[in-house]
Every structure is written in structure tokens, then in C-alpha cells.
């Protein structure tokens, strides 16, 4: 059983037949001619013999009517056996624990708070990803903790239910701290979603399933190659919540897995090769019906929840196919030609009955409606290389000032043959268009995160609905983490009508320390 970098044979094939050889060797060229990512598959090379780890729910107290959670960051081991040698302690980080973090779960309507400590050596910080709040709660850069320190962040829940998630964000170190281990989900809850026909026992029949790919070194620790490869690391060891050839035994006629890309820089075409399913809700949560599909393709930050349906005493596994990156250059290099198995699902002679995936309209679907009629400003985005609009990251530059209740469109483009990952923070966005077309149907519902073809134009409309502050900003980024910590992120206000906050120079610099 290997789980290193075998190079498949399929990968170089398909690349020649496509006739993108000049490509590929400046590929190579530009990765320094470092090891090539990709072309791995771990299909049917892993023995699926490891009990899925599910996250625990985080504990939380209600204080004063506020539900209150605490988060601490710290090191650890842990041992990722079958990839590594049994009796391998890898260094890690998680929360609370030594890899990943517990499941926070609250209902719309909720006013939350999060003690978050920090017992590393150096600074992070942890943003919830997805979720509408003050900027000065969000837990970017600008909200770093201390080793040792200590952060209160508290808001008020007021979305729809959705799977989202929390990870640190420090200025340039966002990759190193997720890919240690440090990330987790949020479960957002209403009544619209526990009004959908959708199995909802955590850990049984509602599974949350966070897919990470890494590479070991050859003691069992894990490596972050820095061979300038695009789009970062791509790792030949894919694993579902912590657990490499992980199984989940399933009892009921249905399963929902809230799959999240918690991976740094690999995108993932999520299928089971023997079956569709029904994907119910994407980012910022359900779709308008369920949507049956073969695949989902989900870049760094996105999440899907699907609905897979089983037979008794079967088995069958949620794989990843290779992914279609659209245009990129070379996309052998970029992990479009690998496969990876991720999760075993194995059902009981018996199963307990499930529901029928469905639900009426959401009675929240007025209120959170857009509407492109509504929208008053369209802002351009061009992603290069590295830069949005010709820019690199400056904690002390704001890039775009918005003003409350303003309806935008932001158009977005990735001006280079290279895969990015567009991510707002703040708000759920809808994709209207791409390329003047109708967004695939995958792509409808409620999104903080897309994946961009190159050279494609993304038509995303969001309003931006309170939490005004002159001089702490809001995020928006590349999501594949080594290009987000190299300067592809850029900030933006959402400021009073009438404001005199401008792009520029941030006043009164607000701005933390820098981490580095
Ligand atoms: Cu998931 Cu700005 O991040
Ligand atoms: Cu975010
Ligand atoms: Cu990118």
C-alpha cells in the first residue's frame, strides 16, 4: 500500500493527448522543476479500515441569554496510521484537541460568544467563514491572539442554516496554521432546514465530513513543500476528518454528509462512483430543491451537503474524481488529473427508514432574497498571478469601501490560466451569471466561495445588510491559502451612507501588529 506520491500513468497520457506538452514543461520550469504535484491516485489502494472520526459537538453555555463556546488553540500529536507507520506521532494542531476542532452548533436568532485562547507559540487568529457579523468579530488579520492571549468575540446569528465553517487567518501564515490542523465546522440552525425532510442525527445519519490532503515527510510529519508548485500543496494522502481510509456505517436509508474542502490548495470532484446523490444545500445553505447530481466539484473553502441513498448491507465510497479546473494550464499539475477514495459508506442488513429529500419554500427565501434589479454597484475583481486589480495585500490599504444596504455585483475574473478560489467575507453571495450564462444549477444557492474557471467572468450579486465600520474591514481573497497568504486578498468597509471613508491609506490604523 503506498500512500506517497505514486505517479499515475494516466495523468501523463491524458496531459500528451491533450497536446499540452509546452505547457507542462513551463509548469515545470516555473515550480523550479521541484517534485510535480498531482497525477496521484489512491483508488483502490487503500484499505478502508478506520472508523470515520466524527468531531464532537463544542459544549456551550448559555450566559445571560448569550450561548457561549470556548475554542483553544494548541499543539499536539496525532497518529494518521495507515500513512504513516503505526506508532507514528505526528505533530499537529487542532482545537481543543490535537487535530481539527469541535463542531459549534447554534440556531438562527442566537446571540453566540466564543472564548478563544491561544496556547501556541506564535499568533493566530480564527474567522468564521461564512457567517455574516461585525467585521471586528470576524476573526481576520486584523483580529489576531497573542501566544497566550485571548479573544471575545460575540454576534448575533442571523442567517439562514447552513454548514459553515472556522480556521485561523493570520496575515501570511493562514496556510501553515490550517494545514497543521487547525479548523472546524459551524452548524448553523433554523426552521427551515429542521423543516426540510433531511436526516439530521449528528454523527449518524448528518455527518460532517472535512477532506484535507497532505504529503509526510519521511519521519510520519507533515510537510508543506515550498517548491513554488501551483496552485500550493497537493497532497497524496487524502483524509476525512482526520482519518485516513476512513468508514462510516450507515444505519438509515439516507445519509447526509456536509462535505467542506478544508484543504489548502486541492480541488475535488466529490461523487460515488456507483450512484448519484442529492445535493441539498451548498454554502450559505439549501438549494431552492434538491438537486440530483453525479458529481460536485468544491475548491478550497466551498461546502456541499449531499444526501446519498443505500441499500441494506451494501457498500459503496465517496470518492473524488479528477476534477474538472476548467482552463487551466497543465491541469495534471494542478491535481486535475488525480482520484482519491475518501470515505467508505457501509449500510446495515437493516436500515431505518429516511425521508424523501424536499421542502417547501423557505419561509426565510423572502427576506434573504436578491435581486440583480437591486443592485447599484458593480465593482470589476481581476485575479492574476497573485494580485486583485494589480494589488498584493496591505493590512494598511482598504481596496473597496461599500455602503450599507447597497446591492452589488462584483465581477470577478481570474485573468490567468491558474486555479483560484474567490471568497468574500461578510455576506452570501448568488452567482447570476458566468460568462453571461446561467450558473450551472450546483452553483444557484447560496455561496461565500466559488470556484473561478480562468477566464471566466463571475457575475456574483450580494447586499451588504449592517455592521458598518470605518476602520475595521472585511476580507475578500483567493481561498487556496498559499496564494491567499502571499498578498491575493484585499480588504473592504461597509460604511454609513454618507461616510467619508475612501479606498486608501486605512485612518487611524486599526490595523493589529504585524505577524511577521
Ligand atoms: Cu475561509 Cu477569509 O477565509
Ligand atoms: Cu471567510
Ligand atoms: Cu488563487
Redesign the pocket.
Known sequence: MSYTHSVGERGHRRAVVGGAAGVVALVLLAAGCGAIPGSVTSVDDVSFDQELAIPPLAESEVIDGVRTFSLTAQEGTTSFAPAVEPGTETETWGFDGAYLGPTLRAERGERVAVDVANDLDEATSV?W?GMHLPPEMDG?PHQEVEPGGTWHPTWEIDQPGATLWY?P?PHGATEEHVYRGLAGMFILDDDATRAADLPAEYGVDDVPVIVQDKVFDDAGQLELTDDGAEPGTLGGVVMANGTVGAFHEVTTERVRLRLLNGSTARTYAFGLPDRSFDLVATDGGLLEAPLELDHVRLAP?ERAEIVVTMEPGETTRVASAEADLGNVAAPFAMGGNDAFDVLELRAADELEPSPEPGWGPSRHAEADALEVSDATVTRTLELDERRINGELMDMSRIDEVATVGDTEIWEVRSTVPMPHSF?V?DVQFRVVSIDGEGPPPELAGPKDTVYLEPRSTYRLLMRFEDYTDDAVPY?Y?C?MLRHEDEGMMGQFLVVEPGSEATPGPLRGAAVGHAAH
Do not use: E
Request: net charge neutral; no cysteine; charged share 0%.
Open positions: 474567522h467563514h481576520g480556521h487567518h473553502g471568497h467575507h476580507m481573497h481561498h
